[in-house]
């Protein structure tokens, strides 16, 4: 076993509760007796997991079945290891129930790339003062930590570029109502001790954005020190340079959990409609005056929405991108109704039925 190198390239031990272990983890371990060991994926490389485990970290695979499955462990996964450091090896045998399940797009199934992070408490939305603080962006940001059941906190970082630093926060908080807008700068410090209520010890926090918005120096600063690499944006378009390419858990100094992703360049919003419930209340409740109960609120006579942006009273463009991520969320629920018939006859193709014997099984 290893000892953990999680904070600072410093030899670290850290409990299994300070990994955000809890009763419910227990209870769920409770039938394993045995050489097995239970951890906290912290870093998934090409073929091999790095899991934190109470004391240490051990590098493993997984076992046949999961990947018979199509089970793969994502970072921040609690999972079952059978450890035999006599014959040199550890194998995840196991995935421990998920409280979240951060996804990117599509069903939020558990495919290999699907899966972001799991056990997710909360979500910083890091943009930028700049070019990337754009409200609809930030909407289907916000539409994917509804979707993963965790709550979402917005940071915009890099104030010390606006003129007005105070104002930042003005323009976002009308699209999220309810939802706390931080600025901050993680260069300088400013501000960042305002995140501290979000990062209680045990508590894991996933940092999504695009690339070079600032989410490892925000890491780096958290840690006190330099764990992981940043790079300069290139300054005519503010893009990043996907300088993180993997994503990994971090136990920050106040002992919190904190996950950096790579930029998200394309992010669908999954299938569950939490995402857009949570994002557009304000629609929402509008609707519940609209005239049919079905409305659409595009051309629909009695539209109380429709009404309410020729009124003012709702931007227009907030509307458009409702509309845009309603049509994305029909359209992967779609998809994934597809991958599952096809998932379904895959399985039963498996165990030698054909397609008349599933007929025949299924009217009965
Ligand atoms: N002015 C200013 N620059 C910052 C701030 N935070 C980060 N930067 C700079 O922004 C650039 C990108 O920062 P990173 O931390 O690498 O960005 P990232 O979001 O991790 O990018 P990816 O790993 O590509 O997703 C670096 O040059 C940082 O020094 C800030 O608060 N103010
Ligand atoms: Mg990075």
Redesign the pocket.
Known sequence: MNQSTSRCGEQHSHTLEDLGWAEEHDAAFSKYTGPYVPGRVACRQKTVWDVLVDGGSITAGISGALRKLGRFPAVGDFVVLLDQPEAGTSTIVDILPRKTLFARGASGRESTDQVIAANIDTVFI?T?AGHDLNVRRIERFLAIAHSSGARPVIVI?????ADDPASLADGIASVSPGIPVIP?????GEGVDRLDPYLPPGTTVALI??????????INRLMGCPV??????RDYDEK?????TVRQLFVLEGGALMI????LREVGIGTAAAGIAGTFPDILELAEGCRFSDCRHEQEPGCVVQAAVRDGALSAARLENFHRLMRELEFERDKAEIGLVRLEKKRWKEIGKSARDIWKIKGK
């Not at 901050?184 to 300088?188: D, G, K, L, N, R």
């Not at 950096?260 to 930029?263: A, K």
Request: proline content about 3%; hydrophobic content about 20%; charged content about 15%.
């Open positions: 890091v930028a970082n890099k104030s010390d570029l901050i700068s993680a260069a300088s954005g695009s690339s070079g918005v600032g989410k490892s120096t925000l992981q690499e940043t790079s300069h944006t990043g340079r996907h300088t993180t950096d992703n790579p930029g």
